[in-house]
């Protein structure tokens, strides 16, 4: 039973008392009278959400108390029962906004069903009417994410929040808040799902700023800013809002070292995989290098198995995991680009193929802007500094017609991110040397035990020869590649 309250106009009395048997089980306050002028005396002095009258008794009089309820208490759900063969009274019951019509002899399994019906329209209003006005008495940004709270369940949002949040209306939160709190991302300093759900912290804390992240589609990482708040009402109504200030770049500051983190960072990677696995199509981009050459097919995650990972691919793929070892995978429901160092097993005939060693990184391949190719043949490289040539070994890990990334055997003094350098470059091109003289700026570098290496941007560069070398090269690696996976 609910608050709501009903009224019914009948004048027929064996209708009054089998309706009025079912009425008190839906509402706690039941009105019946067998006029309209009863009726109409009666909405007078109380307003009724909901009024059930027999158009047989739709007089003059009956008529103009419609049109009084839809004028001046549109939300007042009306409900005609009505003659079917009737369509001049249909159609003026229509334009008057009748909520619904039910057919005599009346159905009690159908009015029931229209009972519910207005009931559920009639909480909808509400709930979205308190959320509403405490949204205008408290906000007045139209970006914000609000959800309205009842209890333990989602009623109603805005389409912001629905959107941010993936749902295409309120019911599919309803069953447990909890499925908006399992899309904040575990990271040191933030809310997110520990020992007692992140929803459950925030209602034990009202009005307090918390911190989360959420990643979105193609794994960008929202940071957001997340409060509750109870509203002073009799009903036990609280509201979530949330803050998208991604665009501020506050995650710099306040994200943790990454040697602090990478048990919880591991923690995260097997949470995503998990929810990639129990997708209806769990599947990812697979990306190895052959001598810089991207290889690129589609892989099904089949399971997470004790921190290793399960992948069906094709032979070509299996190849060059087999051959490089490690292996990109990239989803647009991970947050991150997931790197598998390491090939435990290939199974050729099942073609499934295990790999373990994870960990997310913030470099993907999909934001190469270029081909690279590890050169054939003979070359040489010369890197030229300010203070003069560079003299310990030098070689050319591969090359792009943007940059080329050098092996070093020690590091030059005084290099830095955007250090000017000149460089001559020899490669073997249709068995002739392609001379290169180009200046270029200094990018970033990795260092090994043994070496360093250094990636340089090139500045101003004729590409036209160079883009000659590695489209051929790239033919000579795909030629070659699929010789390995013939043999």
């Known amino acids: 039973m609910n608050e709501l309250n009903i009224l019914y106009v009948e004048e027929n009395a064996v209708l009054h008392k089998k309706v009025g048997d079912l009425l008190v089980k839906f509402f706690h306050d039941v009105d019946l009278v067998e006029n309209v002028r009863k009726g109409v005396e009666l909405f007078k002095k109380k307003h009724y959400a909901i009024v059930l009258i027999d158009t047989n008794i739709l007089d003059i009089d009956g008529m103009q108390f419609c049109a009084h309820i839809h004028k001046n208490h549109p939300e007042t759900k009306v409900i005609a029962i009505s003659e079917p063969d009737n369509i001049e009274l249909l159609i003026q019951c229509i334009e008057m906004g009748i909520f619904r019509f039910l057919k005599k002899p009346l159905n009690i399994t159908a009015l029931s069903k229209v009972l519910k019906a207005a009931i559920t329209e009639i909480q909808h209003e509400h709930h979205t009417k308190v959320l509403q006005t405490y949204i205008d008495t408290t906000f007045k940004q139209q970006s914000i994410m609000v959800a309205l709270l009842k209890e333990e369940k989602i009623v109603v949002a805005n389409h912001a929040f629905l959107q941010f949040f993936s749902c295409e209306a309120p019911h599919e939160c309803e069953e447990n808040v909890t499925a908006v709190s399992k899309q904040f991302i575990r990271t040191p300093g933030f809310l997110y799902n520990k020992e007692i759900n992140a929803i459950e912290v925030l209602k034990k804390n009202p009005q307090k700023l918390y911190n989360i992240k959420v990643y979105k589609n193609r794994g960008k990482i929202h940071h957001c ?107 647009p429901d991970l947050p991150y680009t997931i790197e598998a160092a390491n090939v435990k097993k290939i199974d050729y005939i099942k073609q499934l193929v295990v790999v373990d060693a994870l960990r997310f990184v913030k470099t993907s391949p999909i934001t190469r802007k270029s081909v690279r190719v590890i050169p054939s043949g003979k070359q040489s490289v010369t890197l030229l500094l300010e203070n003069g040539e560079y003299k310990g070994d030098v070689s050319i890990e591969d090359i792009s017609i943007d940059a080329v990334k050098l092996c070093l055997s020690s590091l030059p003094a005084g290099i830095h991110k955007g250090k000017e350098v000149a460089l001559k470059i020899e490669l073997e091109f249709n068995e002739r040397p392609l001379l290169i003289h180009a200046a270029a700026t200094f990018y970033r570098m990795q260092e090994s035990e043994s070496s360093f290496s250094l990636v340089f941007m090139f500045k101003d560069l004729k590409k036209s020869t160079l883009t000659d070398y590695i489209a051929k090269r790239q033919m000579e690696l795909i030629r070659e590649i699929k010789g390995v996976a013939n043999s």
């Open 225 to 331: 800013l997340i409060k509750y708040e109870m509203f002073s009402n009799k009903h036990t109504y609280g509201a979530l809002f949330v803050h998208d200030v991604t665009e501020l770049n506050l995650l710099e500051f306040l994200d943790k070292n990454d040697e602090e983190d990478s048990s919880l960072e591991q923690d995260t990677l097997f949470d995503s995989l998990d929810l990639l696995v129990h997708k209806n199509n769990p599947t990812v981009e697979l990306h190895n290098y052959y001598k810089g050459l991207s290889i690129t097919n589609k892989g099904i995650i089949e399971r997470v198995d004790n921190n290793s990972l399960v992948i069906k691919t094709n032979y070509i793929q299996q190849k060059a995991m087999q051959i490089e070892n490690k292996t990109l995978i990239i989803s």
